[in-house]
């Protein structure tokens, strides 16, 4: 299938008369074809199909939803070699990776799919009448969750696949029963497009409204902004910057009609190294902590930016052991020219900061924009006075923190903002500290991992990836994960209503699904 340069607005490709580019970050060369850039005509029009498909595909029955989820994950894997080729030419990471992205998001939209089927996101409850109760009879109540409506979702730059216009945002939003308006992200927009193409196919082979799926490509910030502004979008899907997601919260919040913004952000994901398990491993912790440092040039937002741990020589091992894995870490490029320069200018700054000393490099690159690792070390007592020493450097960077004792271990935990993830190396000597710990990291962070490391996200039930702020814009949700359906959906309560005018789903003979009968949990 041939990229199209267009935009998706419904079954409709439409060429408009601005036009942007892609470029090879690896030469910095422009890519064919140009691209039709979107404006505020093909927002409004996008927007008017999406609404308009909204009360057609909000009541469809699950099972539909279920097998145009998985539709659209049998379009994609029939694109074919070209998926993962095409990304790899607009965004630099191998082609290994971005096949295995693509399992991870055919995967994603199947679960999804199962999610649908298991039926418990409808979140049934029944508190049936209780017309006798003293002093007052207690009405008929029954809950389920409906779809928010149409969803803007922002395509990741370091996710081309999983995280953009079929990712996790889309299959969670499609699945709740909302149609989708993805903005896609300027640095890929031949992959965008053709997996526009296979969803805008699974549209017509499951022979939905069109206005179920849009993709508005663009390099303008304003075309997000008027997405986001519009008042048939209802909530929002990013993946990005602080600064991107913050421009949109605000944007959001000041809508006569103000809208939820998920947005996830920035996270450093502190990992601490107790010191029975630095003792007894320090080596091991090292090389292994470069290697997630390293996985994808550092550019997930996962990645393990701050090490905290007491300073002594167990500590030194670590960072001896660490500096050696670095140096043969061979730097790969970064995503886009962007991304690249940014990640220069935050090891820039840490490298000229009176407090902070340069512990490793990795290699110099041979290539143009490769992002070669960089550690650094800092004393607790001075990051403490310089938390900028704290912001997030995307990319393999990481700075290790040196505690004099347990004291300043927590008032440096106190001071991190919140995370994605927090991580404890320990033994079992350590847990007695670990268990001072722990409560602090749960305010801090939306998962909590013990003896591994935060890069690599596993797609579940039981997965968190969120955080309180800045990891995300709202610490109660979660991106990755069957969980992440609750976004897009709002409780409803019907009360005393006839069955003939109840929702499916909770009429007296409707099939048993997971439910809240009177108070207590019920599968069948
Ligand atoms: P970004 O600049 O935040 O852009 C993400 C998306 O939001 C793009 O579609 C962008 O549109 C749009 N956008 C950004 N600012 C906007 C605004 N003010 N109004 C409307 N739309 C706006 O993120 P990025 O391009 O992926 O990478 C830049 C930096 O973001 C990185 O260097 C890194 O620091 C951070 N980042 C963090 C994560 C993470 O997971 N924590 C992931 C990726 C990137 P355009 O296409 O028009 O720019």
Avoid at 164 to 193: E, Q, R, Y
Avoid at 436 to 453: D, M, S, V
Wanted: charge should be negative; hydrophobic fraction near 45%; aromatic fraction near 6%.
């Amino acid at each position: 299938m041939a990229v199209s340069g267009k935009l998706f607005i419904g079954a409709r490709q439409v060429a408009t008369a601005n036009s942007f580019q892609a470029f090879d970050p690896t030469s910095g060369d422009p890519l064919q074809p140009d691209f039709s850039a979107a404006g505020l005509d093909e927002v409004d029009q996008a927007c008017e199909l999406a609404w308009s498909a909204f009360h057609e595909y909000r009541d469809l029955d699950p099972e539909i939803r279920a097998r145009f989820l998985e539709t659209i994950a049998d379009e994609i894997m029939a694109l074919g070699d070209e998926l993962p080729a095409r990304g790899h030419a607009e965004s630099g990471l191998p082609i290994a990776r971005l096949t295995g992205e693509r399992a991870r998001t055919v995967g994603q939209l199947r679960l999804f799919a199962s999610e649908l089927r298991e039926g418990g996101w409808l979140g049934i409850r029944i508190d049936p009448a209780l017309p006798d109760r003293e002093p007052l009879p207690r009405p008929d109540l029954r809950l389920r969750k409906v779809a928010l409506g149409p969803v803007a979702v922002f395509g990741a730059s370091n996710f081309p696949l999983a995280f953009s216009v079929a990712g996790g945002d889309t299959a969670a939003a499609l699945a709740a029963g909302c149609p989708v308006i993805v903005k896609g992200h300027s640095a890929h927009p031949g992959t965008s497009d053709l997996v526009a193409q296979a969803i805008v196919a699974a549209v017509r082979k499951c022979q939905l409204p069109e206005g179920v799926f849009s993709l508005l490509n663009g390099n303008a910030h304003a075309l997000g902004g008027a997405l986001v502004g519009d008042a048939r979008i209802k909530a929002v899907g990013f993946t990005g910057s602080r600064r991107g997601g913050l421009a949109l919260m605000k944007i959001a919040s000041e809508r006569p009609e103000p809208i939820p913004v998920y947005a996830e952000m920035s996270s450093i994901n502190p990992v601490l190294l107790l010191p029975h398990a630095l003792a007894a491993k320090a080596e091991a912790l090292g090389s292994a902590f470069v290697s997630s440092l390293t996985l994808g040039v550092g550019q997930f937002c996962t990645n393990p930016g701050l090490l905290i741990a007491l300073d002594g020589k167990d500590l030194e091992r670590f960072i001896d052991s660490a500096r050696t894995a670095l140096g043969e870490v061979q730097p790969a490029v970064m995503l886009t020219v962007g991304i690249h320069s940014a990640y220069e200018k935050g090891v820039a700054e840490l490298l000229d900061h009176p407090k902070v000393e340069r512990l490793a490099r990795g290699p110099e690159g041979h290539g143009k924009h490769c992002g070669r690792g960089a550690l650094f070390g800092v004393k607790a007592e001075d990051l403490l006075q310089h938390p900028e020493v704290m912001d997030e450097v995307f990319g393999a960077s990481s700075v290790v923190v040196r505690c004099a004792d347990e004291e300043q271990l927590v008032d440096v935990l106190e001071q991190l903002e919140g995370q994605l993830t927090a991580t404890l190396h320990l033994v079992e000597e350590d847990h007695a500290m670990a268990a001072r710990l722990i409560p602090i990291l749960e305010r801090k962070a939306g998962r909590l991992i013990a003896n591994g490391w935060p890069t690599g996200v596993e797609v579940s039930h039981a997965m968190v990836h969120g955080g309180p702020f800045p990891a995300t814009s709202d610490g109660r949700s979660t991106s990755v994960g069957t969980l992440s359906i609750e976004r897009f959906l709002r409780p409803i309560c019907y009360q005393d209503f006839p069955d003939a005018l109840l929702p499916k789903v909770l009429k007296d003979d409707a099939p048993p699904r997971p439910r809240r009968l009177d108070g207590m949990y019920r599968v069948d």
